[in-house]
């Protein structure tokens, strides 16, 4: 038995059903989604463990991580804020928003704040072209989306986030 059934047979066993045997495959992303959902990213031995369970090469697991941003090959911090930057979001300011938010953190694309709270990332096409600049917060199992985003009202976003960290007793390490 692999680790991610040790870890989650109840829940394995739940997708798995859903899935006849010969398409098994089509489990690949809600595996990934519980083998992310408790340290926040997809580690090798999940991949290995996904690719057993739906015959698929870890090479094909591995694609599908890299391809979504819903999913993560690396840990980050506790709260991922994903800036879209696709062309209509650039042309509606996105670049510059991104450029003055990785300021007011102090840190770059792809780095996480001292304190463990916050990773910054760069993504593609978040479906809201329209009301850009915006972002997405991944973490604490939700996704919530900000739309026509200043940095000022961006921070007041992350510092309620700190707040709630901080009120649930579990800040970042």
Known sequence: MNELQK????????????YPPEFRRSAIMPLLYLAQRQ???????????IAELTGLSTTD???VVGFYTLFHAEAGGRYRIQVCT?????????????????????ISVGETTPDGMFTIEEV??????????????????????????????????????????????????
Do not use: N
């Open 124 to 173: 593609k096409c978040l479906a809201a072209c329209h009301r850009a600049p915006m972002f997405q917060v991944q973490g604490d199992g939700d996704i919530t989306y900000h739309e026509h985003q200043t940095v000022e009202s961006a921070m007041q976003v992350l510092k309620g986030l700190r707040q709630q960290a901080q009120k649930s007793g579990k800040e970042a390490a």
């Open 86 to 106: 696709d062309l209509p979001c650039a042309l509606r300011g996105a670049d510059d928003f991104l450029a003055l938010l990785q300021k007011e953190l102090g």
């Open 61 to 63: 697991v591995t694609s």
């Open 39 to 49: 340290d926040g990213h997809v580690s090798g031995r999940s991949v290995t463990d």
């Open 7 to 18: 870890r989650y047979p109840e829940d394995v066993a739940a997708i798995l059903k859903k």
